[in-house]
Nanobody, 121 residues
Framework: QVQLVESGGGLVQAGGSLRLSCTAS???????MAWFRQAPGKEREIVAA????????LYADSVDGRCTISRDNAKNTMYLQMSSLKPEDTAVYYC???????????????WGQGTQVTVSS
């Protein structure tokens, strides 16, 4: 069983930066992992994802160039470095994991509880 715990969310002004972390318990070094977000009244959307080795990544168009996803398999931790934050980035951010060699855009079976990111204008 994989358990995921996010941290690093908070309140930041527009233009600022945050780094989110997702620490996993259990064996996740061979899992694809991803960050999703859900804003009030909106559907959950993928933000970024990374394959098991960290060599391959994907980003949503809305954050491409402003976010960097990375992972440290020795620490069972994934990161999302966000910069040039905008008020529309305000959402609950979730990490997710899937035992697969490619990078899914959905169908992740393991989820964290989420961490709130609020960007003030």
């Amino acid at each position: 069983q994989v358990q995921l715990v996010e941290s690093g969310g908070g309140l930041v002004q527009a233009g600022g930066s945050l780094r989110l972390s997702c620490t996993a318990s259990g064996r996740t070094f061979d899992y694809a992992m991803a960050w999703f977000r859900q804003a009030p009244g909106k559907e959950r959307e993928i933000v970024a994802a990374i394959n098991r080795s960290g060599a391959n990544t994907l980003y949503a168009d809305s954050v491409d160039g402003r976010c960097t996803i990375s992972r440290d398999n020795a620490k069972n931790t994934m990161y999302l470095q966000m910069s040039s934050l905008k008020p529309e980035d305000t959402a609950v951010y979730y990490c997710a994991a899937a035992n697969t060699g490619y990078i899914p855009r959905d169908n992740y079976p393991y989820w964290g509880q989420g961490t709130q990111v609020t960007v003030s204008s």
